[in-house]
Nanobody, 127 residues
């Protein structure tokens, strides 16, 4: 059984930084593409960032490009999301997700492509 556990959320002021981590267990981590999504109150879940199994393909939402950085450590079965220059509109629950059906070294931005999800971690940015 695949399990994803996020950590690192919290409350910061505008301009602050956080580092989210998602630890994966249950299957060989190096076979998954990994993604981060977020959901703000009364809004739909939206794509944030994704990284391919070997890290050769990385994608970001336009709203976070240049501020957030996704990375992975396959030896530690963990994917990270570095959040810098945070804004109040970044406030949301952040979810990591694993795409086990990925073909090749690709990363998807669509939530329906992801098979497994974590429970989420809250990020709150105050002005």
């Amino acid at each position: 059984q695949v399990q994803l556990v996020e950590s690192g959320g919290g409350r910061v002021q505008t301009g602050g930084s956080l580092r989210l981590a998602c630890s994966v267990s249950g299957r060989p981590f190096g076979l998954y593409a990994m993604g981060w999504f977020r959901q703000a109150p009364e809004k739909e879940r939206e794509f944030v960032a994704a990284i391919s199994p070997r890290g050769g393909s990385i994608k970001y939402a336009d709203s976070v490009k240049g501020r957030f950085t996704i990375s992975r450590d396959n030896a530690k079965n963990t994917v990270y999301l570095q959040l810098d220059s945070l804004k109040p509109e970044d406030t949301a629950i952040y979810y990591c997700a694993a795409d086990f059906a990925v073909i090749g070294d690709r990363a998807s931005t669509g939530p329906l492509n992801y098979d497994y999800w974590g429970q989420g971690t809250q990020v709150t940015v105050s002005s």
